[in-house]
């Protein structure tokens, strides 16, 4: 069956749709509207047995775009005019729905399997955090004002599904002892603040610590797990952030203490998504997905700077965080990922925590490396700037929707570092479709030519090589691919068989 149906084609070329593209289907042409909606990533959504469920059909192009579907599961219904699918599914099950978007400019389906069962995060989880670009400087007008945003921008509709409150939000517990947030930030409760962002088809996440305090002195949850996920799913949350300020040292301790949220999560009545921030120390590569983690962070908190020059609590950057993930592909997968930390695009100097120890901010060239190369490590993309003002520069490399695909692959895979040659690295991964995304890192101080063979992908014969930044074809080649790469720059290829 045809994916792509284009409707009233003279009516559009008589508004002025420009130059089209042509699809030739054995003998059968079809002009395809370059201003038609494509649907984002991710094509595959998990959710536990009978928890409350919510997916947003984000799509590009131009004008109102109305939605249908086939084939969803009981229980599930979708919102024609917003994308958004809602409801409860009772029975687990891997469930293959059609969605259908459809503007004045085409129509276009594309195919969503939903699976209900034990695991969430089958693709890593995109978002925004406050913490980076606001720290402690939250309210709830910030948080409805950053969803709001996130709509305007195209970020929801790229795959930007999470909006997650970080530390310094809480007030005080009750005589018996269930947490409450801060009135003076949150007069309204988290709650209402809640139902606000799932009005926009976003989730909300939050934070806490496994230790009495935070690391910025409020209230962790320690002692209090139980009472804290039940808080946190009246709330209506769906993704907790676990710091590990404040606790012990050793890998026992954090095992244990993350086992017991876990748990406590999933005795709830929400599917809530569960990451780890205990840096990297303890190795959480190694047990945290045992734990019931989904993603857990595998680096101390990243600045805003291309090479902090040293690794450790106060100095990290892209390159730093890069080089903690050599060998670390074979602990990823769908619905438990390594977590290098948040994107820090459209900071450009101007964080709060991110500037700490004289990180002054990246080049655009530096912040789209970083997006490629998260993109090939299959890391969450959460985001940490001031949407509300988001630039063009930032917003080109933030909704690059092939670089979001290569992220949300759902075959899952993360990529190896297949060739190092000084300061020139290539980094590829494969594809469920069968071809390859290629990194091509150049980590010097002036451009290089860098060149992938296909001996060191193990492929051989024509292949086609896409410049995904570009979007453009750049040609059939027959042994490799050779290209120009700035400095500190990568060039992102997806490499297919002719």
């Known amino acids: 069956m045809r994916t792509i149906v284009i409707l009233a ?5 008589l508004a002025g749709c420009g130059q089209v593209a042509v699809d030739q289907q054995g003998d059968e042409a079809v002009v395809v509207s370059p201003l038609a909606p494509v649907i984002s990533a991710p094509s595959v959504v998990g959710v536990y047995p009978g928890t409350p469920f919510l997916h947003t059909v984000g799509t590009t192009g131009a004008g109102s775009v109305s939605f249908s579907a086939v084939n969803l599961p009981d229980g599930l219904v979708i919102d024609s005019e917003s994308g958004m699918i809602t409801g409860v ?9 059609t969605v259908t978007a459809t503007s004045f400019y085409g129509s276009t389906s594309s195919d969503l399997t939903i699976v209900v069962g034990d695991t969430l995060a089958l693709t890593p989880p995109m978002g925004w955090m406050t913490w980076n670009m606001f720290a402690g400087n939250i309210s709830e007008q910030l948080i409805m004002e950053i969803a709001d945003a996130m709509v305007a921008t195209g970020m929801r509709d790229a795959g930007y599904s999470y909006i997650v409150i970080d530390d310094l939000w809480q007030g005080k517990r009750n005589a018996n002892g269930y947490i409450g947030p801060d009135p003076k930030k949150f007069p309204n409760g988290i709650k209402v603040l809640a139902d606000y ?35 946190y799913a009246d709330w209506g ?13 050793d890998q026992e301790t954090a095992i244990k203490r993350y086992t017991v949220m876990a748990d406590a999560l999933k005795a709830t009545d ?14 959480p590569w190694l047990w945290a997905a045992d734990a019931g983690a989904n993603v857990w962070r595998t680096t101390w908190d990243i600045r805003d700077t291309w090479d902090h020059g040293q690794f450790d609590s106060g100095h990290n950057g892209i390159i730093n965080c890069l080089d903690r993930h050599i060998g670390l592909e074979q602990y990823v997968g769908p619905g438990r990922w390594n977590d290098p930390d948040m994107i820090i695009a459209g900071l450009n100097g101007k964080g709060g925590p991110s500037n700490a120890n004289g990180a002054k901010g990246c080049t655009d060239i530096e912040y789209r490396s970083q997006m490629s190369l998260w993109a090939l490590l299959a890391a969450p993309l959460i985001t940490s700037f ?17 670089v979001i695909e290569i992220d949300q ?5 993360a990529a190896s570092r297949i060739v190092k040659d000084g300061e020139l690295e290539t980094w590829a991964r494969p594809l469920a479709d069968g071809s390859k995304a290629v990194g091509l890192l150049n980590r010097d101080d002036k451009p290089r030519q860098m060149t992938v063979t296909w001996n060191q992908l193990n492929i051989e014969g024509n292949h086609t090589v896409r410049n995904v930044w570009t979007q453009k074809s750049e040609g059939v080649f027959e042994t490799g691919f050779t290209t120009q790469v700035p400095s500190h720059g990568v060039v992102l290829v997806k490499i297919s068989e002719k």
Not at 9 to 13: A, D, E, L, T
Not at 89 to 97: F, H, K, L, R, S
């Open 237 to 249: 949350v769906d993704y907790l952030k676990y710091d590990y300020c404040g606790a012990p040292g």
């Open 9 to 13: 084609i003279i009516s559009v070329c």
């Open 89 to 97: 599914i009772d029975e687990a099950g891997e469930y293959t729905a």
């Open 409 to 413: 692959d759902p075959l899952g895979i």
């Open 270 to 283: 929400r599917s809530i998504m569960f990451a780890a921030c205990e840096w990297g120390p303890r190795k």
């Open 197 to 231: 962002v799932h009005s926009k088809g976003l989730k909300l996440g939050i934070y806490s610590d496994a230790a009495p305090r935070t690391c910025a002195g409020a209230l962790g949850s320690l002692g209090y797990e139980d009472k804290d996920a039940d808080t």
């Open 386 to 402: 001031d949407v509300r003002n988001a630039d063009e520069a930032t917003l080109e490399i933030l909704l690059n929707t092939e």
